[in-house]
Nanobody
Framework: QVQLMESGGGLVQAGGSLRLSCAAS????????MGWYRQAPEKQRELVAT???????NYADSVKGRFTISRDNAKNTVYLQMNALKPEDTAVYYC?????????????WGQGTQVTVSS
């Protein structure tokens, strides 16, 4: 079983910064993809950024140049540094872990952490 524990959300003014952390525990494969998704009220969950254990990154266009994803493989922890935050970044942010084989994979979610950006 895999558990994901997020931290770092909160309330910040527009233009400010926050750093989210997500620590994975349990049966973690050495090859995986960790990332962040977010869901605003009455909207679908959307990808924010992902980072594979091999180093490949993927960002939503809306956060490119403002958010940076990084990870510490030894600690099975992924981070999201969010700068120049905008009110439209307000959402619940969920940590995600994807691992498995090309034929069968499992995805895990954290409980979510609220990020609120005031104008």
């Amino acid at each position: 079983q895999v558990q994901l524990m997020e931290s770092g959300g909160g309330l910040v003014q527009a233009g400010g910064s926050l750093r989210l952390s997500c620590a994975a525990s349990g049966s973690i494969f050495s090859i995986n993809v960790m990332g962040w998704y977010r869901q605003a009220p009455e909207k679908q969950r959307e990808l924010v950024a992902t980072l594979a254990s091999g180093g490949n990154t993927n960002y939503a266009d809306s956060v490119k140049g403002r958010f940076t994803i990084s990870r510490d493989n030894a600690k099975n922890t992924v981070y999201l540094q969010m700068n120049a935050l905008k009110p439209e970044d307000t959402a619940v942010y969920y940590c995600n872990l994807l691992q498995g084989t090309p034929f069968a994979s499992d995805t895990y979610w954290g409980q979510g952490t609220q990020v609120t950006v005031s104008s």
